[in-house]
């Protein structure tokens, strides 16, 4: 059974900073990736950041390009994102997942088949 369990969310202020932990069980996959996405009422859901399991590889959205960044410790099963210079644009609640997207679609939503339950940011500005 596949256990993503995020932790870490919370509020604060504009140009502030979070670190998102994701921890992970049961991954069935020894490559594909992991990856964090957010969702903000009435939009839909946003891959921002995505890592893969054995490459190591990364993808970032151009909206957190600078400002995020992901990574993995492997011998914890978990996954981490940092948030840093944080926007009021960047509240919503984010959700890890994991899957094995094909070529093109490392920050499509569609393309994980096992998400978290998620962990709610805000922004104030």
């Known amino acids: 059974q596949v256990q993503l369990v995020e932790s870490g969310g919370g509020s604060v202020q504009a140009g502030g900073s979070l670190r998102l932990s994701c921890a992970a069980s049961?991954?069935?996959?020894?490559?594909?990736?992991m990856g964090w996405f957010r969702q903000a009422p009435g939009k839909e859901r946003e891959g921002i950041a995505t890592i893969g399991i054995s490459t190591g590889k990364i993808y970032y959205a151009d909206s957190v390009k600078g400002r995020f960044t992901i990574s993995r410790d492997s011998a914890k099963n978990t996954l981490y994102l940092q948030m840093n210079s944080l926007k009021p644009e960047d509240t919503a609640r984010f959700y890890c997942a994991t899957g094995q997207p094909g070529a093109g679609l490392f920050l499509r939503a569609q393309a994980y088949d096992y998400w978290g339950q998620g962990a709610q940011v805000s922004v104030s500005s």
């Open positions: 049961g991954v069935p996959y020894e490559t594909g990736y």
